[in-house]
């Protein structure tokens, strides 16, 4: 109130870039979590050929 008027304030204020980078940021942590997915899955694959070629060595021994 000033004196006997009352006043109302708004605020408000443009978020769209705040959105903007949320769905960027959201989109970046999608793509991390396929390249570690995909990293796993080749050190997997990695792993498991290795062991296949300590056998084939230790068979031709």
Do not use: C, H
């Amino acid at each position: 109130m000033i004196g006997t008027r009352p006043i109302l304030l708004i605020y408000s204020r443009d978020a769209t870039k705040e959105v903007a980078r949320e769905t960027e940021n959201q989109l970046k942590v999608q793509q991390l979590e396929l390249a570690k997915q995909l990293l796993e899955e080749q050190l997997r694959t990695s792993q498991s050929r290795e062991l296949q070629l300590q056998k084939e060595l230790q068979a031709g021994k």
